[in-house]
């Protein structure tokens, strides 16, 4: 226990929450503790990535024990990988019921880099990740039993809920949904779309994580309305 303790404060991991699961430190650990596939492990390894960031060290192990989470950390300390692992490995393989997982994205431009991530942790799996845009909207939309096809969805808030408006989109099997950039999704007035999106996610065992560069009372609120049981990692300044 103090070993966790000190290896937390030496990677500057701040938690905040009831029965948190301890941090792990090497990626050779998703394979021989968590039972992770091999194609995850190996796309890591191929990746180049050498350990894991603090923010993926105490995330990971959250997200894989189903519960929700509220991630604060710097701009580049990888956050998009700290969503991606734990959700790869639940989701275990493609089903064809439709999409199980979204990602809320404020930016076009975040999403597409989101895309190209969950692309690269994903070979050897046939999953299918859809970035939901004009056109992807148009052929689900000719097309129902398309989208039945997919696993993954990456959308920004405006196009998802003209989506959902639309009746183009399925969302009650969706397990894991991840708001990424919460502070900036608030900041372009997301607190407007949430009611339709969080009802046409109706899946009862639905887990939620939301991942920020800063901690804004807005973000804590919106948490704190939508999730159960949060736990709160800060990696970085306590009170930053
Ligand atoms: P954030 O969302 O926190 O701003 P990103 O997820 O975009 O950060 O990651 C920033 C960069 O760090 C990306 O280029 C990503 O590929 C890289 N990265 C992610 N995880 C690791 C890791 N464990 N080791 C080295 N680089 C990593
Ligand atoms: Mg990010």
Not at 11 to 17: E, K, L, T, V
Request: proline residues 6%.
């Amino acid at each position: 226990m103090d070993d966790v303790k000190s290896f937390r404060k030496r990677h500057r991991i701040h938690i905040y929450g009831t029965d948190i699961p301890n941090p792990f430190s090497s990626f050779d650990d998703l394979g021989s503790k968590y039972n992770f596939q091999p194609y995850i492990c190996k796309n890591l390894k191929n990746s180049a990535y050498e350990k894991p960031t603090p923010i993926q060290m105490q995330a990971i192990p959250i997200m894989i024990h189903g519960r929700d989470l509220m991630a604060m950390a710097p701009t580049g300390s990888g956050k998009t990988l700290a969503y991606i692992i734990p959700m790869l490995h639940d989701l275990k393989g493609p089903e064809k019921i439709g999409y199980r997982a979204l990602i809320i994205s404020p930016t076009r431009e975040l999403a597409q880099q989101i895309y190209r991530e969950f692309k690269k942790m994903a070979v050897g799996k046939k999953f299918k990740v859809c970035m939901l845009t004009k056109a992807t909207a148009a052929t689900q939309a000719q097309t129902p039993h398309l989208r039945e096809k997919f696993d993954i969805l990456i959308s920004t808030p405006l196009r998802l809920v003209h989506a959902i408006q639309q009746d183009i989109i399925e969302l009650k099997n969706v397990r894991h949904l991840i708001l990424d950039e919460a502070d900036k999704l608030l900041e372009l007035g997301f607190l407007e779309q949430t009611d339709e999106i969080f009802a046409a996610c109706s899946n009862v065992k639905l887990q939620k994580a939301l991942f920020s560069a800063t901690f804004p009372s807005s973000v804590e609120t919106l948490a704190n309305d939508f999730m159960k049981d949060p736990i709160r990692v800060v990696i970085g300044l306590k009170n930053a």
